[in-house]
Structure formats: C-alpha cells, structure tokens
C-alpha cells in the first residue's frame, strides 16, 4: 500500500494529513488478505454495506483502473467525494457515476433498469420495473435523445439536496 503520508496533496485534497492516516488505518483493516488492494468481499466485511444493493457500483466506481479491486489511491479519491469539504457537484458526480455504468456521460433506458433492478430486487416485476424506467426517462430527458445527461440529473436531483446527505466524517 505504500506510506499515506507520501500521496501528493493535490490526490486528497479534501482530506488532512490526520484523515488520511486514520483512513489508512480503516483500509488495513478491510484488507483482510493484506493485498494492498480492497475486493468486493472485502467491503462486504462492513456490516453496514452487507444490506446495500449498490455496493458493486460503488466498488465499480471507485475502481477507476477497472482491475476488479479498489487500491489505496483509488480508497482516498474515492472516499473524498463523501469529505464534509467535498463539493456539491463532486457529490452529484458520484451519485450520476452510479447509473452511468459504461461511463459514456449519460443514463441509459437500460442502465437505469440494471441500476434500479438492483435496488429494487424482486419487489417488482420486470415489466412494471421498465415501465417505471421509461416514464422517468421521458421526464428527465429535456434535450429528446434518450438518455439522462449529468445536466438533466442534476436538474431534478440537484434540489433534493442530496450532496448533504453523502457525507463521511474520517
């Protein structure tokens, strides 16, 4: 995992020297098998993400080499989206980074149904999940093409002040 301290200060500028220790800590604790690196059962380790249908997006999100497995640099960039000195738009990224699963900048029909289905389970069935899907589509899509753009997810999520609510204190 290398020294916390020795990461530029630019790559964690949300976090202090202090934080970054004590994430440090956190990340060593979550490496059960001491790889350098977190998997999806790793995380899965804290209890409070057992029960979260989206801990796979987020492990996918902060991933950003795409290797399967969350590094320590990549622990710290992503954590520091959730830093109470994050800003509203890194906080609105995230959120829209969890429906933009092939990271092409927009919400498709078909990545708001996977993305939903997961939350939603089997509560639904599938029919009444895409129907659900394309309403919200239709009203979201302001431009007509389609898809959910970061500017149009903004629009409706961006009042609901969500970026308040995703929030870690380190």
């Known amino acids: ?32 098998d001491s790889s350098g690196a977190l ?10 993400l057992q029960q979260n249908p989206l801990v796979q997006r987020v492990v996918d999100v902060f991933d950003t080499d795409g290797n399967g497995e969350v590094d320590f640099k990549e622990f710290i960039l992503g954590t520091s989206q959730f830093s109470v000195r994050g800003d509203e ?8 980074s969890i429906y933009d699963i092939d990271k ?6 078909g990545e ?9 389970g089997n509560n639904l ?25 970061f500017e149009e997810f903004c629009t409706v999520v961006g009042g609901l002040e969500i970026h308040k609510k995703l929030v870690v204190i380190v």
Request: glycine share 6%; with cysteine; proline share 3%.
């Open 1 to 32: 995992m290398g020294n916390e301290a020795s990461y530029p200060e630019e790559m964690c500028s949300h976090f202090n020297p202090d934080e970054i220790k004590r994430l440090g800590k956190r990340f060593k604790k979550l490496d059960l």
């Open 39 to 48: 998997s999806l059962e790793e995380f899965m380790s804290l209890p409070e």
């Open 89 to 96: 738009e890194q906080k609105l990224r995230f959120a829209f």
């Open 104 to 109: 092409d900048g927009y919400i498709s029909n």
């Open 112 to 120: 708001l149904f996977q993305v939903l289905k997961l939350m939603v």
């Open 125 to 149: 069935k599938d029919w009444q999940l895409q129907q659900l899907v394309d309403k919200t589509i239709i009203i979201l899509d302001q431009d007509g093409d389609g898809k959910i753009s």
